[in-house]
Structure formats: structure tokens, C-alpha cells
């Protein structure tokens, strides 16, 4: 069902409430022991605790472990805290990112870093990714602890591939590919995987799979978006990327086809410290006119499908339906 | 005999190079085996860490792993990762350090904020975190990974105090020690509680304390040198820790007897965005004059008396000489 929508576009898209309904009472408990796991007897930590749990976006990542670990029969009560552990790995990263980029907002309200101080949201990645793992040792199991902090080395490999990736209009597909399989798919993956490693076993290898392929959908039409979209539905000004030097696979994808005068534009852009929005303007014009937007939704689509097929082999039930709308929401999310 | 060495000063000191002789081979197995857990396919990861190994100090924390192991008869093959792990550990937490406090030499060397970048940095604490985890969970022993997470978010947390206590002359002894329990002794207790864990278990608690006493006369006879020591020994500013208008115990111990106009000159400093040499030295030489040094001193004696104590339940091994001779390199150390 959830393929035939994805290949017509015929059904409407599920709302990101209905996807997780089927886990919506372990999901309130995965918020209540996020609390519990970074509570500390320190004033500020806790002042910087409540900012960040209020920003707390969709919970995507232990909505997904959530669902994992619901496609058998069996789920484990330990994937409550498991559901924590990843959403509180994706905040240290997120704090530690919104520092390094010195951005102001996150999820439209003021970063750590701007409202405390680049100091401070150093120390505070460090301390809830240090809460996660002692809360990840708690469950007493040596293989989840494999997983995640394999794939915690994998994210801070992504953002050295990202710095690395500034300013290089040499960046291929490949390079892209590894860079967003670092970045995002991989935690998505991991926590597909964990979640079914609660309870799900079985189908560890099948949801492994569907997490790191639905992870490219998803940085992909990440990638897309700030091609596309402005600045009122994404809260972020469209064009960002390319502002920052960022090269990602809508330009990767037009850069071949652009005559000698169109890659002038480009290489100008990449000259200036500071583009100006009619510059970035100009860019996002020529790639969308060469095809590179259009280039990326179609390998977009490709890992889309790759992410069902994944489900294929899981028997059917409520969770593995909401997998499926999962795939269809990442496709068409405007923010 | 060290015992008596520390209460009358009559021994001279042993070299670093004496106090880690007994585990020579092993220490240069952990520089080996850290190299090969930060590898990674990544050029600007492997640049980092290339700067990184090549500013290494004395390995401090590794040695004392290496120690706490042999204080038995059977030492087991795995203290060579876990020296490894230890010192990874605290690399990364130096490398957030740095960046946190813009600091711009460590060991004499560059730091990688001021040799690359900010961003760099951060990502780079954090890589060398994960990595360390990834080889501490290769280990497969649950308990090491429950003391070694706990230890890191206690690092976190120290720096958070640090933080705090910036600016604080209301900073009580008991917030020190609270301070440097967190910020230093956490990790040499564990370096030593985690070296017991690998084959000489039965001296676990022993050596957890004689490492929390030993860190404690660490960080105070630290704090002493940034009163006593020039530049050209410390290879840092002295008084930099009232320039930074950080609080530590020499000032502690001696504001209560400050008359009210020498209390002003020490307000005024605190009240100063960036004070002067001169300013500086005169706060120095009040803290001098009011016994606030002495008192500090006294207190670092008092601490590394604990950390005698508590070795003495060990049997009579070279281990165990080198620890206590680690006492005295600590008290009486200039850089």
C-alpha cells in the first residue's frame, strides 16, 4: 500500500501523529526517562536541561526504535531507555553542531550556544552524550553498547567530512554519499537496529537496512529543501547551504552541465566570504534550471525504495505500517 | 620510607622516568595502541591526531593504570587498551578544554583551536571520545565501562562547576573541593580503581582512593604553582587563573583575613574585564602575605598523607614504590 502511495503520490501523506500512535504511550515514557537519565545536582546543567527538553522536536529517532522494536511479538521494556539513550546521542550532537556553526536557532528557538555561550554548549554536549552511555550501560548489554558507540564515532566522522566538505565544488557523489551515510544515516540506522535488538531480534538486519536507507532519503530531501523552501517554513533562510560553501547533491548533480559562464557564477559564489542573497539566488536558479533538484529527488526516491523493500520480509503489523508512512513523510516533509 | 620522605623532605624526589620504569614495556604498548584506536580514513581526523600523539605530556593517568595492574602478582593483557582508553579520555577532554578557555598553547605546543579551527576542536574531543569508547566496549567487562562513563560525565559536570565558579568570591573550600573532585581526582581515582580492575582486583578500593587523594594534591598543588611559578617553568602566564578571574584555594584560604581596603584591590581585579600584570601581581603577593598559599599547601600535604594511607595495605612490590613515589613527583612538581 505505503509503495504504491510512494510511486503515485495518490495518498495523502500520514501526519508524523499518526505514525507514532502505535508507541505513543512508550514514546510519553522515553520523555520522562530522558529526565530522569540527565538530571544532575549542578544549577546550570539543569537550567540548560529544560531549555533543551523543551526544544525537543518529533522524538524521530526513538520513534523509530520504538516501531523496531514493536514488529514482533516481544518488545522489551528496555527499549524505553534505549528510545532515550539515541534521542539524547541526537542532542549532543545537535548542541555540539549548533556550536561549531555558531547557528542562533534550533527548531525556531534560541540555540545553546546563543543563549548561554559557545563554553557552555561544549561542556553540555559532552555531559548528555556522557549521561546517554551510562544510561546505555545500565542495560547491561554489550552488543547495543557496540552499536552506538560505533555509530557515535560514525556522526563526529560526519562532521569532519562536513568541515571538510566546505568550499570543495570537487565533492562527488560518492564523497556526498559518504558524508550523509556518516552524518545522519547512520544513527537512524542504529536505531532501527537497536530497536529491534529490543525485542525484534529477528528482524535486526532488515530494519538495519531500512534505517540507513530512509537516513539518505532523508539528508537528501534535507539537502533539497534549502533548494526549496523559504525561509518561513523551514525557519532556517533557503539557500543556507549554499551560503555557508556547503556542496550538497542538487549542486553536486548540476555542476557537469553548467556552461563555462553558469560555472563562473558558482565559482564566484564559492569566492566570497560573505555571498549575498541575490547571488545565492542566482545559484539556486541555475541548478534547479540544470536539473540538479530534480537529479536529487530521483536518488532521493531510489532510497525511498530501497527502504521498503527492507520492510519487505517483516511480517505485518501496526509498527511495520507505520515504517512504511515514515518513508512517505520523509519524503514530502517541508521542514 | 616515601612516607617519611613526604612528612620531612629529606629524599629527593624521584623522576617521572624512575616512577614508570616498572611498566616501561607496557607504557610504549599504549602509545602504539592508542595510535591505532584513533586511526580513521578521514585526512583532516589523522592530521589531528598525528599533532595530537606528538603533544602528549607524560601519560600520567596511563602509567598509574599500568601501576595499579601490577601492584598484584597477575596483570592482565588488557590494561594495555584500557592505559590506551584512559589517556584518549583525557586527550579529548584537554582538546574541549582548550577550545572551551581559547587557550592557545598546551605543553608548549599549539592546541588544536588555535593550529586549526574551533570547529575542529569540537569535533575532534569528541572523535577521540567515541573512539575510546568503541575500544573500552571491545574489552566486553561491563564493570570497567560503568565506573569509565560515570568518570566522563563527572568530568562534564566539573567543567560545568568551573564555569560557575568563574567570577564567584563567595566560592566556599567545600565548592573546591567539590571542583577538583569532579575536574581531576574522578579520573586518576578511576585510572587507578579501572588498573586494579585488570588483575589485581582485590586492591580495587584501596587504589580507588589512594588515585581520589593523589588527583585532590594534584589539582591543589596545581593551583599553587599558578601563584608561585613564572612563565618561562609553567610554560603559562603565572596569576593566570586571577586574570581568567577563576577562584581557587590559595584566594579561598585567604580572603576571610583580607582587611576591607586589601579585599578592595581584590573586588577591583574581579571587577576588571581584562586586569593587568600589575594588578595581577598585587593580588598574588596579598594571597602570599595572608597564608593563603601555606594554607593551600598545608591542605595538598593532608591529601597526599590520604593517598600514602590508603597504599598501605598493599604488599611491598615496585608497583607499589613507584605509586607512593608518585606522591611526591605530584607535591613537588614545577610544571
Known sequence: MSGAALRTRTQPTAAWREIQAPVQERREAVVLEMRRVVTADQPLIEQVSSHLLQIRGKMFRPTLALLASETAETP????????????????????????????????????????????????????????????????????????????????????????????????????????????????????????????????????????????????????????????????????????????TLPLIAALPRLSRSDRGVVDALFAMDAPGDAQVAEVVALVARHGGIDDARRRGEQFAREAEDALDRLPDTQARTALADAILYVMDRRS
Open 76 to 247: 522489551d521494556e528496555r527499549v524505553v531507555t534505549l528510545a532515550a539513550v539515541l534521542e539524547l546521542m541526537h542532542l549532543a550532537s545537535l548542541v555540539h553542531d549548533d556550536s561549531v556553526d555558531h547557528s542562533a536557532l534550533r527548531r525556531g528557538l534560541p540555540t545553546v550556544n546563543s543563549l548561554f555561550s559557545h563554553q557552555v554548549s561544549v561542556i553540555m554536549g559532552d555531559f548528555l552524550y556522557s549521561r546517554a552511555l551510562e544510561a546505555l550501560v545500565s542495560l547491561g548489554d554489550l552488543d547495543l553498547m557496540r552499536v552506538l558507540t560505533h555509530v557515535s564515532t560514525q556522526l563526529t566522522i560526519g562532521e569532519m567530512r562536513q568541515l571538510a566538505a566546505v568550499d570543495t565544488l570537487a565533492f562527488t557523489v560518492e564523497d556526498y554519499d559518504m558524508l550523509i551515510q556518516a552524518k545522519t544515516a547512520s544513527l537512524l540506522s542504529a536505531a532501527c537496529e537497536t530497536g529491534a535488538m529490543c525485542g525484534a531480534i529477528q528482524h535486526r538486519r532488515a530494519l538495519r537496512l531500512y534505517g540507513e536507507r530512509l537516513g539518505m532519503a532523508f539528508q537528501v530531501a534535507d539537502d533539497i529543501l534549502d533548494y526549496t523552501e523559504t525561509a518561513s517554513v523551514t525557519g532556517k533562510p533557503s539557500g543556507l547551504d549554499l551560503k555557508e560553501h556547503k556542496v
